[in-house]
């Protein structure tokens, strides 16, 4: 990845997950796309949502690519940091996305696979807006301080352990949902580690594995007493 704070996201011609699609669209959807920061992925999905309505999470995949593991784990966490987190099973539904994805980048796949099931749930328009309102003042600023170093940390086997660690992540919400507002520091987590990979900022993912590492011996220490 040549151009700093920026990553790539390409889609294919088919994909088995998320069905047969018109040839015109899949062509045009397979040419190479840069998107500068999370501001303008953020603007990218709420284009989309006015467009559709809302936004599907076959939308989402579409629009960032069957091979973006980074961003496909970066915004159902991004969304779990939001209010919108207070649903119920909204936070269920993401963790079990983000654990999806991180499983099948643990064990090197290409391309993204969900069942027709996750893909066909859809965010309605106005709750979109509203939570990409909440995470742009977040997203401006990450824009300012993210940028590629320490790449070594972003590739094998660095990103098999993330991986590894986001699905564990990702699988413990749908229990923690019971707990209002628990699992926001486990989507923090993930949302440093997969934004991390995206832009290839070995540093966001070290900060990441302390917050981390902070976190589980807080959390022993409390259980302990």
């Given at each position: 990845?040549?151009t700093?704070?920026?990553?790539?996201?390409?889609?294919?011609?088919?994909?088995?997950?998320?069905?047969?699609?018109?040839?015109?669209?899949?062509?045009?959807?397979?040419?190479?796309r840069d998107?500068?920061?999370?501001?303008?992925?953020?603007?990218?999905l709420?284009?989309?949502?006015?467009?559709?309505?809302?936004?599907?999470?076959s939308?989402?995949?579409?629009?960032?690519g069957?091979?973006?593991?980074?961003?496909l784990?970066?915004?159902p966490?991004l969304?779990?940091?939001?209010?919108?987190s207070?649903?119920?099973?909204?936070?269920?539904?993401?963790?079990?996305?983000i654990?999806?994805?991180a499983?099948?980048?643990?064990f090197g796949?290409?391309?993204?696979w969900?069942?027709k099931?996750?893909?066909?749930l859809?965010i309605?328009?106005d709750?979109l807006e509203?939570i990409?309102?909440?995470?742009?003042?977040?997203a401006h600023?990450?824009?300012?301080?993210?940028?590629?170093?320490?790449?070594?940390?972003?590739?094998?086997?660095?990103?098999?352990?993330?991986?590894?660690?986001?699905?564990?992540?990702g699988?413990?919400?749908?229990?923690?949902?019971?707990?209002?507002?628990s699992?926001?520091?486990?989507?923090?987590?993930?949302?440093?580690?997969s934004?991390?990979?995206?832009?290839r900022?070995?540093v966001?993912?070290?900060v990441?594995?302390?917050?981390?590492?902070?976190?589980?011996?807080?959390?022993?220490?409390?259980?302990?007493?």
């Amino acid at each position: 990845m040549n151009t700093p704070a920026r990553f790539r996201a390409e889609v294919p011609q088919a994909c088995a997950g998320v069905g047969q699609q018109n040839d015109e669209d899949d062509r045009g959807q397979g040419r190479r796309r840069d998107v500068s920061g999370l501001t303008p992925l953020l603007d990218e999905l709420g284009k989309a949502g006015e467009e559709d309505n809302g936004l599907s999470i076959s939308d989402l995949l579409k629009k960032l690519g069957q091979n973006s593991f980074g961003p496909l784990m970066l915004i159902p966490a991004l969304f779990i940091i939001s209010p919108f987190s207070a649903i119920v099973g909204f936070d269920s539904v993401m963790g079990i996305l983000i654990a999806l994805v991180a499983v099948q980048m643990l064990f090197g796949r290409k391309h993204i696979w969900l069942p027709k099931r996750i893909l066909n749930l859809k965010i309605g328009r106005d709750k979109l807006e509203k939570i990409l309102r909440f995470l742009r003042p977040v997203a401006h600023w990450t824009d300012k301080v993210i940028h590629p170093r320490l790449e070594r940390l972003t590739k094998a086997p660095f990103s098999r352990v993330i991986a590894a660690i986001c699905a564990l992540i990702g699988f413990t919400m749908p229990p923690l949902e019971v707990i209002p507002f628990s699992n926001t520091a486990g989507a923090a987590v993930v949302s440093f580690l997969s934004l991390g990979i995206t832009v290839r900022d070995g540093v966001l993912i070290a900060v990441a594995l302390v917050l981390l590492i902070i976190a589980l011996g807080g959390g022993a220490y409390y259980f302990l007493l």
